[in-house]
């Protein structure tokens, strides 16, 4: 029996077949506003055409771009491997390494833009630094590479956030279809729902971690705790973090964005309260696929004296949920010694990318990146941990 594949956009996404499980509800909660407003009106810093592909009645969101070099990384390639990059160089502390890398990116990145580079669509895309993956079977994964291909002929095709330990069996299959394995980053994750996930180190360090809320006057709070009054607090608590200390780069979620959060669960939150003033002082935002979990939202007000440690008390309540749900933990990359001593594992994540339908002079670039990150980029990041 053959594998229906429909693209739905927003003008026909009425007709899209929502299925009635708990992740066709959350897909279009979460997909069908974007669609109709505008995916600026969500993440500021996004342009792109949101389409919906439904895959024998299985949502699976897709963005379109064709340049957007300013776009966040989310949707742009060339943001991801040469804007950010060039941020990140920073962490490696080694000035003629940091120079000659800083040239090589500075010429690679004339080059990609030369080759349309952003123009690309990217398959379950949520518009988040971590895309999380239904459940398709290997011909239903096939088949819409195949319908991509016909609607898409001009364009890559690209799968964001595919890593070893998640999604082995799309990433052999995709590997079966001739797609390249371009890497993207080392991420770090934490099997929770391991009884033996966490040494005796780890599990000292985690208590300590928890022990800093009362120390120094800090209760947690939950959804049933967090309320519209709390949305403005909660953007500037992520702006603190992800925006102003690491990168603008980043996705810069709108008011829009943060009360689809709170109203409609798209992201679960949670965080700590100053208990003296009732004010917010962390948050963090989740959400779960197919026994993973990951956080797109992380924030805490960074000038609090550091020895509160909210970054530490934040990370062990994230850790505390996903071990009660005996989830698997996405924690995504930075702050690597941190994550491994409370027993967190390195993995590479890949974008997964088809151009074979391409022109040779268009392909050139992704070869070329390919071999330069898996050859040079992968033993780095390894080696710096990254």
Not at 103 to 124: E, S, Y
Not at 137 to 163: C, K, T
Not at 289 to 309: I, W
Request: charged residues 20%; glycine residues 6%; aromatic residues 10%.
């Amino acid at each position: 029996m053959s594998v229906s594949v429909v693209f739905h956009d927003s003008t026909n996404i009425e007709a899209c077949p929502w299925p009635d499980t708990a992740y066709g509800r959350y897909a279009k909660s979460y997909l069908v506003p974007v669609m109709k407003e505008s995916s600026e009106g969500f993440v500021g810093n996004v342009r792109t055409r949101l389409l919906v592909m439904s895959v024998d009645g299985i949502p699976v969101p897709v963005t379109v771009n064709d340049a957007e070099y300013a776009n966040s990384y989310v949707c742009s390639p060339y943001t991801h491997y040469v804007s950010y990059a060039k941020q990140e160089l920073s962490l490696l502390r080694n000035r003629a390494l940091i120079a000659a890398l800083s040239a090589v990116l500075t010429g690679i990145g004339g080059l990609l833009k030369a080759t349309r580079f952003n123009r690309v669509v990217h398959v379950n895309n949520w518009l988040l630094s971590t895309n999380l993956y239904p459940a398709l079977s290997d011909e239903q994964w096939s088949a819409a590479l195949d319908g991509l291909i016909r609607a898409f002929p001009g364009h890559a095709l690209a799968f964001r956030s595919l890593n070893a330990t998640l999604n082995a069996r799309e990433m052999s299959l995709l590997r079966g279809r001739r797609c390249r394995l371009v890497p993207s980053r080392q991420i770090y994750l934490l099997r929770t729902d391991d009884p033996e996930f966490a040494n005796a180190k780890a599990r000292w360090l985690l208590k300590r971690d928890r022990a800093l809320a009362d120390r120094y006057g800090y209760v947690a709070v939950g959804p049933a705790d967090i309320v519209a009054a709390d949305l403005p607090r909660i953007a500037e608590l992520y702006k603190m973090l992800y925006l102003d200390k690491y990168s603008l780069h980043n996705p810069q979620f709108t008011a829009r964005f943060y009360e689809r959060a709170l109203t409609e669960g798209t992201l679960e939150l949670h965080g700590y309260r100053d208990v003296a003033t009732g004010r917010l002082e962390a948050i963090l935002g989740f959400y779960a696929r197919e026994g993973a979990m990951t956080t797109p939202l992380f924030g805490y007000d960074t000038s609090r004296p550091q020895e509160h440690g909210l970054y530490r008390m934040l990370s062990a309540l994230l850790i505390g949920i996903a071990r009660d749900r005996s989830l698997l933990l996405h924690e995504s990359s930075g702050a690597a010694q941190f994550k491994r001593n409370r027993g967190a594992f390195a993995d590479i994540e890949y974008t997964v990318l088809y151009d074979r339908h391409l022109p040779a002079w268009r392909r050139g670039s992704w070869s070329a990146l390919e071999g330069l990150l898996g050859k040079i980029g992968v033993p780095l990041m390894q080696k710096y941990k990254l």
